[in-house]
């Protein structure tokens, strides 16, 4: 039987896209002390389902640390996770960096699995004395000028670590 309005169905093949991950908690760089813990929170969400989650970070200059924090067969189209970094187990100085991301692997059915990640971010270690405001002199005010010049620098490195990061991700 055939009708003459009958609808007219199209199939269009898309290819997977990596899983959409994003970092949560904190919501952006923070200024930390030395002491700090610092609670991250991602989510991964892919159609095909997470096959991993997992929390990446490092300080300025030494190796990647990964901790798996999600996913797993059978767990769904989301993942969510949750990591505590202790500052002082990496024996950071004030002046260093943390930064962290989050990475994802999508559930691979019948094709190669890809991977996903989140904007990066930073942890600026900050000294003690800045948590405690002390009263300021003449003195200070020259070395104030100096701090400024430091976080200046500081921000130019990271937007250039951020936009490098970003074509990264667009280009991979």
């Known amino acids: 039987l055939t009708a003459a309005d009958a ?39 892919d159609d095909h389902g997470v096959r991993s989650l997992e929390l990446v970070y490092a300080v300025r200059g030494q190796d990647e640390r990964v901790v ?22 990496l024996g950071v100085k004030p002046g260093d960096f943390v930064s962290f991301h989050a990475r994802a692997r999508d559930a691979a059915r019948g094709r190669q699995s890809t991977e996903g990640r989140s904007d990066i971010f930073f942890l600026e270690v900050k000294p003690f004395e800045e948590e405690f405001a002390a009263a300021q002199s003449m003195a200070q005010a020259g070395a104030g000028a100096a701090s400024r010049q430091l976080q200046g620098l500081a921000a130019a490195q990271k937007e250039i670590i951020v936009a490098t990061w970003k074509l990264e991700r667009r280009s991979g």
């Open 7 to 45: 609808p007219k169905y199209f199939i269009r093949l898309m290819d997977a896209a990596p899983p959409d991950v994003r970092i949560v908690r904190p919501s952006g760089d923070q200024r930390v002390t030395p002491l700090a813990e610092v609670a991250v929170e991602a989510v991964a969400d």
């Open 68 to 89: 798996p924090i999600g996913g797993g067969p059978g767990r769904g189209r989301t993942a969510r996770g949750r990591h505590l970094i202790y500052l002082e187990d």
